[in-house]
C-alpha cells in the first residue's frame, strides 16, 4: 500500500531540504522566508545624522518614558521639554498653569522647543499640548523626525492617575477632557513623519519597535529621497 500524498502537495523531501520544484519547471525553489533584520541602534543613529527625533501624542502615553529610553539606546541626550520649562522658570508645570496661565506656558513652550532644535541631535520629549502649536510643528519638520506615540483612552487614563501633575486634568471629570483632547488633536498628530502603536507593554519592548519604525522611516527617505510618510 502506497502512502497518500499531503493534503498541501509538498513531499516529504522538498520539506526537509526547504526546497519546492515549481509546477512545470526544474529549477528548485526555496521554501524558506528570511526574518527582516532588525537595525541596530548605532545604524539608526547613523541614519539620523543631524535630525532631532522629536515625541508627540498625548499626555500618559509614555513619551517621557520611552523618549528617555530611546536616547539611551541611540547613545544620544535625552531632553523632556517639560523638565527644561521647569528648569528654566523654576516653577512647576502647574505653578506655571497658576500664576501665568495656559498661554504664557504655550509661549514659553514654543521658544523652549526651537532652541532644544537647534542644540544638535538628541531626543526630545514634548509635553501633549506642544504639536497643536503650527510653529512649533514647522520647527519640528525642518530640524527633526516626529513620532506620534499613540495610545488608547483606557491607558492614557491608568497611566495619568498615577501623578497629579497635568492642570489640564484637574477637572471632574478627566476622562472625558482626554476625550475631548483626542479628538481635537488626533488630526494633528497624524501629521507625526511616523506613528507608533503603545500599549501594556514593557517599555523596552515599545521602545524597541519605536527603533526599528524608526529605522524603517529613515531608510525609507535614505532610499527615495522622499520628504516623509505618515502611516
Ligand atoms: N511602557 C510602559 N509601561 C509601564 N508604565 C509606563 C510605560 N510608559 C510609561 N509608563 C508610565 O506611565 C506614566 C506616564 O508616562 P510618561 O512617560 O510620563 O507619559 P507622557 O510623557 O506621554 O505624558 C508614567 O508614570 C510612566 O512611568
Ligand atoms: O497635553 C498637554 O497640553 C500637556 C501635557 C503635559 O505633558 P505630558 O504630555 O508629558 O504629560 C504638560 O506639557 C502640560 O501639563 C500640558
Ligand atoms: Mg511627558
Request: hydrophobic fraction near 40%; charged fraction near 30%; glycine fraction near 8%.
Amino acid at each position: 500500500m502506497s502512502i497518500p500524498p499531503r493534503k498541501d502537495g509538498i513531499d516529504d523531501e522538498s520539506r526537509e531540504s526547504g526546497c519546492l520544484e515549481r509546477p512545470g519547471s526544474h529549477r528548485p525553489v526555496r521554501a524558506v522566508t528570511l526574518a527582516a533584520v532588525p537595525h541596530s541602534a548605532t545604524d539608526v543613529r547613523a541614519l539620523l545624522g543631524r535630525k532631532v527625533v522629536v515625541f508627540v501624542g498625548l499626555m500618559g502615553a509614555g513619551k517621557t518614558a520611552i523618549g528617555r529610553k530611546l536616547a539611551q539606546l541611540l547613545d544620544l541626550p535625552f531632553v523632556d521639554s517639560d523638565h527644561e520649562i521647569e528648569t528654566v522658570s523654576r516653577m512647576t508645570i502647574p505653578e506655571l498653569f497658576e500664576r501665568y496661565g495656559e498661554p504664557e506656558f504655550r509661549a514659553l513652550e514654543q521658544r523652549v522647543i526651537e532652541r532644544l532644535l537647534r542644540e544638535g541631535p538628541r531626543v526630545v520629549s514634548t509635553g501633549g499640548g506642544a504639536f497643536m502649536n503650527p510653529h512649533t510643528r514647522e520647527a519640528i519638520a525642518s530640524f527633526g523626525v516626529s513620532i506620534w506615540l499613540k495610545a488608547d483612552l483606557d491607558l492614557l487614563m491608568e497611566r495619568v492617575a498615577k501623578k497629579q501633575n497635568r492642570p489640564l486634568l484637574k477637572n471632574a471629570d478627566p476622562r472625558a477632557v482626554m476625550a475631548k483632547l483626542m479628538a481635537d488633536r488626533y488630526p494633528v498628530y497624524a501629521q507625526a513623519d511616523l506613528t507608533v502603536e503603545t500599549r501594556d507593554a514593557r517599555r523596552e519592548t515599545i521602545t524597541e519597535e519605536t527603533l526599528q519604525a524608526l529605522a524603517s522611516h529613515l531608510q525609507g527617505r535614505a532610499g527615495s529621497g522622499s520628504a516623509g510618510e505618515t502611516q
